[in-house]
């Protein structure tokens, strides 16, 4: 469990930089995140490389025993490149190339970008790639930022044709598959199909995830193409992407085959004030952010590492350190919130949090973004947290993180299908997913969030919020599990070409729970069809089904609305709190877990034989309840204050 820190030694005098180095050390900080955006610097001219400087600031860094991880430098190609090769730039839906003047302007597709990408990622690591300080290489940054992940320009247009064609083989085919007869949307070649921007109304859905589906996949390759290089010229050293909170627009479970680590960054105040909560949910963690929103997607990207879909490895490269500059508001962490986000990710099973950013910049478009320190080189509030956090961690050394007794499947894909095609403004597939999460946490449990395809044996309890694409190879493996099962709504509700399956929902899970969706409704918030023999109600989403299965819990008109056979269980709509609240504690403890009610707020999670506490209330936690009768607790105490971290050894 390492401590790091994401520096921009381009931004500031080479006179600082020894004593920013030495600083960093006795803050508690042993790896630093450099160079992601420095290739203005290194390049400053076509082939003019300028390596002086860079190679002063790694040997500084090193010198006082610093731990390196470099970026390489291809999310901000530079001017003169732009300039000289516009063919690089991705053009947005409305059709126009993105300018120079932020970052991520580049297109996935340009081949001539793909090119240049190599040329600057190769000689980056050939200067630095045997380096004795340097452990590892952050691919890029943060893929997809700023809606960057589709473009439409000439060279996506191109390159998508391509992709059909393959994928499809025929013309035929394709418009079989696309269902192109409708709207008399029929293509004589793959030459005539377009990008599905600028249509006068929704483009045909099948088309629009194609294009996801493109899209997604060139994100891949452009990664994969530096991964190559980089296990090429710097044997040893861990690959590394750094994902981004709530984002889905490509397969991250595809691009982390290709890295050693995955890596996010966090920054749970701005998600929080940007999310879908309610008013009063945003009020209460306003200074803590969402109780489960870093824990989500420290499982999640844990899960998408390990080449065959078990929890992997996990690095948080940017963690928030006090307000940021992104947010409709930017509020100051509550004191104690950057060590409690910190030792939750450890917690999770991260090996290195390191913060954004180091120094303050005072200029260009994140001057108001805090850092460790403030603009004017004085420790701002995180970095004495940090250093009271440092002088901690020896407590979790040697617990090893393990898998969890409870797996929420979650597919990419699926994300994109019920986002085109949601049928009722109510159904964000992710939203769904994440009260999934959210209400397993709520009981204390610890899951695993996995592809659909990972291997599920040991599992005792799978949840699958909404898999609208499955097929019998699923059910297959869902039942030689031997776990409880519980299938969200939507479950087998496609084809892989985006149509509804000849025997209607859900196609292919009907060998585990035989039930069909006859009829589909969406419901206007605020209104909502009550249980009648359960807690809570159906929002959102009503799923009319016949079935011979009795049904475990009906609205007041008799609508079934959870239905089960043996330890397969389908829910027909989406569930208020209250309800799923019901069914997966009702679940948990069929499955023979020990499902507990934590004080909202309040989450739990082990670390091997450590368990944490953490407390995201406003409020004091009374933590008694929930310590074995002899625990003696390593961190903190019983009384756990907002914002408060405790720890013990369970037996
Ligand atoms: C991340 C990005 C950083 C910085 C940060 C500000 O999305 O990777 O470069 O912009 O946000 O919060």
Redesign the pocket.
Known sequence: MKLGV?YYPEQWPEAWWADDARRMREIGLSVVRIG??AWSRIEPEPGRFVWGWYDRALATLADAGLKLVLGTPTATPPKWLVDARPDILAWDASGTPRRFGSRRHYDFSSATYKREAARIAEAVVARYGRHPAVIGWQTD??YG?HDTVESYSPAAAAAFRRWLAERYGSVGEFNRAWGAVFWSQEYRSFDEVDPPNLTVTEANPAHRLDYRRFASDEVVAFNRLQAEIIRAGSPGRDVVH?F?GFFTAFDHHAVGRDLDVAGW?S?PL?FLDQGWDAPDVKLRYLRQGHPDFAGFHHDLYRGCAAPDGTPGRMWVM?Q?PGP???APHNPAPLPGMVRLWTWEAFAHGAELVSY??WRQAPFAQ?QM?AGLLRPDSVDDAAADEVRALAGELAVAEGATPERAKVALLFSYQAQWLLGIQPQGSGFDPLRLHFECYSALRALGLDVDVLPPDAPLDGYRLVVAPSLPIADNALATRLAASGATVLLGPRSGSKTIDFQIPPTLPPDGLRALVPLTVARVESLPSGFAERCADAPGAAVAWLEHVETDLPARASTAHGRGLWFARERFHYLACWPDEAFLGHVVRTLAVEAGLDPRGLPPGLRLRARGPLRFAFNYAPEPVDLALYLPPDAKLLIGGPDLPPGGVAAWREA
């Open positions: 994401c992601e955006f940054n943060e930022c750094n981004m960054d920054y701005g940017e928030q940021v500059n992104w954004f950013r994140e973004h």
